[in-house]
């Protein structure tokens, strides 16, 4: 750890802090977590000790309270991300949030309406973003190798032997903004908006429900500006054994397969290109997202810099995840 480390502050003890902060500290000096809160102070002690945060609080305010900290992190339920980015912006603090930033398009508004009167450094961790593959990714589509595109498709289907059933999952809460277009489902509406820098029209949407508007399983066809068309499928309840995330685009001169774009440190990262009836495969390393992610966070809260995954992208992500909802005739979360 460095002297000069940004000092975060996490709202809740959730398992992603795991993932995108403890297990890169040796890659990431610049950044450490000096501060974590719960609604419960014995749960927030009972972490502190378990992980060697300085500081503990039995309650949110209580982060946006301290002045050592420098960056809110927001990886609470889905339905939670607005009210406290609101909160944390207007006690002067800059906010990284956890995906998806807001829990429909109108909630998302509103957040941007804080960030521009604050002006504040307001970021989506939408980590996969950083990473050289899904760099790599929008570099082949924008080069044109493929040609005219013709069809793109991604798909983040889960095990459901991986997921804890039943609605007590917060997943699975609607008051809480889940079911799986809100979970993997919204990696899938970010990595076809990330890969081809063009928005998409819902024309139709398929979902299979665990309880009333709480969708398990998601798949969704799309049309793009240039005409491209697009699908999705996102899955919480898949039979297979192993995590489907994958990207596949089909042009008039090949077809590009990518594997594990969103989260290359869990699978085995790679691009496959067919061109002339000729392949290649390119790997990628498995280093965490957040090894990329976490330099040009620290840049945009110390230097006031430009960030890449700005709020105001969720919001057109919301949007797309709206439509839909609608598409699918369910309600929109957060209503």
Request: overall charge negative; some cysteine; glycine content about 8%.
């Amino acid at each position: 750890m460095t002297d000069q480390a940004l000092q975060i502050g996490a709202l809740g003890c959730a398992d992603i802090l795991i993932d995108s902060l403890f297990n890169v500290y040796a890659q990431v000096p610049d950044v450490r977590l000096g501060a974590i809160a719960s609604r419960s102070l014995d749960k927030a002690r009972e972490y502190a000790a378990q992980h060697a945060v300085p500081r503990y609080y039995g309650s949110y305010q209580e982060i946006l309270d301290d002045p050592q900290v420098e960056l809110v992190y927001i990886p609470l339920p889905n339905g939670m991300h607005a009210e406290w980015t609101i909160r944390a912006l207007q006690a002067g603090k800059p906010v990284i949030c956890q995906k998806p930033i807001c829990s429909n398009e109108a909630e998302g508004q509103r957040i941007l309406e804080v960030e521009r009167a604050t002006g504040l450094p307001l970021i989506e961790a939408w980590h996969y973003q950083y990473h050289p593959i899904a760099q790599r990714v929008r570099q082949i589509l924008a080069s044109g190798m493929l040609g005219k595109l013709r069809t793109i498709e991604s798909r983040f289907n889960v095990p459901g032997k991986w997921v804890t059933a039943g609605s007590e999952n917060i997943r699975f809460k609607y008051e809480l903004a889940g079911g799986v277009t809100m979970d993997p489902g919204c990696y899938c509406v970010d990595m076809l908006r990330f890969a081809t820098g063009e928005e998409p029209t819902v024309t139709s949407a398929r979902g299979k429900l665990m309880s009333p508007d709480v969708d398990v399983h998601m798949a969704a066809e799309l049309v793009f500006q240039s005409g491209l068309k697009g699908r999705l499928e996102a899955s919480l309840d898949d039979g297979g054994d192993a995590l489907d995330e994958v990207l596949e685009v089909t042009g008039d001169k090949g077809t590009m397969h990518a594997n594990s774009p969103c989260l290359p440190h869990w699978g085995d990262p790679s691009i496959t290109l067919t061109m002339d009836g000729h392949t290649t495969r390119e790997p990628f390393a498995r280093t965490s997202t957040f090894v990329y992610m976490w330099p040009e966070v620290v840049k945009a809260v110390r230097e006031r810099g430009s960030i890449r995954t700005t709020a105001a992208s969720g919001v057109r992500n919301a949007h797309v995840i709206d439509d839909i909802y609608r598409a699918a005739g369910m309600r929109l979360r957060g209503l």
